[in-house]
């Protein structure tokens, strides 16, 4: 069986778990959580993931900040990245796919559309 590893970046201890609880339907998944974007840069560093779902408004880092840090790192830019973003937040969707965010996922997240974006990106992914 597959594992794949998925770093979820989001500051609100509910929304970690509701992702983290809707990821583990996905066979052989492990699951990592960071709070920020400086503790998923920290565990970046130590650790290969697949996928990197992160939300844009936290404090200390946002998401943004930390898409264009990954993207502009040789070792990690080719990491898929979801942003989890609150509905109709359509700048900051705009600017995390201009940054180089692979999809995005709209706040209050459903269980179906998430797994149905991480499923596409693990695909294509190949």
Do not use: C, W
Not at 21 to 36: C, M, T, Y
């Amino acid at each position: 069986m597959t594992e794949h590893n998925f770093l979820v970046v989001e500051d609100s201890p509910t929304m970690r778990q509701l992702i983290t609880f809707a990821l583990k339907r996905i066979p052989g998944s492990k699951i990592v959580e960071a709070n920020d974007g400086i503790d998923a840069l920290k565990k970046l560093s130590t650790q290969k993931f697949d996928v990197i779902l992160t939300d844009i408004n936290m404090p200390i880092m946002d998401g943004l900040k930390l898409v264009s840090m990954v993207r502009n790192d040789p070792v990690h830019k080719t990491i898929p990245i979801i942003i989890i973003t609150t509905e109709g937040a359509e700048e900051d969707r705009k600017r995390g796919l201009s940054l180089g965010a692979n999809a995005y996922i709209a706040k209050p997240i459903q269980t179906a559309d998430l797994l149905n974006v991480v499923n596409q990106i693990l695909t294509s992914k190949g």
